[in-house]
């Protein structure tokens, strides 16, 4: 039974979102490795501390605004949800992927 549709051009936005959601929690996993190296390096300069506090801050923000964007325009559980149940292809573009319970 169907449950719902999405549209080919919202899996594809959706789907690029969330790659890059992914891309920006690696680079905030590696900027706070960083901060932390530099942190503890008692030879860094106020410079280098300064910079590595303004890369974290820069992947905090990053993160926080693509994981604002997904919530803004997808339930992301409906989104998950109707991907893993794709019942069948439309070839109308417009129509899209219909999901199935």
């Known amino acids: ?15 690029d ?12 996993k590696s900027a706070e490795q960083h901060m ?3 942190l503890d390096n008692r030879a860094s300069s106020p410079a280098d501390r300064s910079a590595a506090i303004e890369r974290h801050d ?15 325009y ?5 989104m998950e949800a109707c991907k893993r149940s794709i019942c069948k292809h439309s070839l109308d573009v417009d129509l899209g992927f219909e999901c199935c319970d």
Not at 17 to 28: C, F, I
């Open 74 to 78: 997808y339930n992301r559980d409906a």
């Open 17 to 28: 979102l969330v790659e890059r959601e992914d891309s920006a929690k690696a680079e905030l």
């Open 36 to 38: 932390m190296n530099v």
């Open 1 to 15: 039974m169907s449950i719902g549709i999405l549209s080919i051009k919202d899996v594809e936005r959706y789907d």
């Open 58 to 72: 820069q992947a905090i923000d990053s993160l926080n605004h693509i994981t604002a964007e997904i919530d803004h």
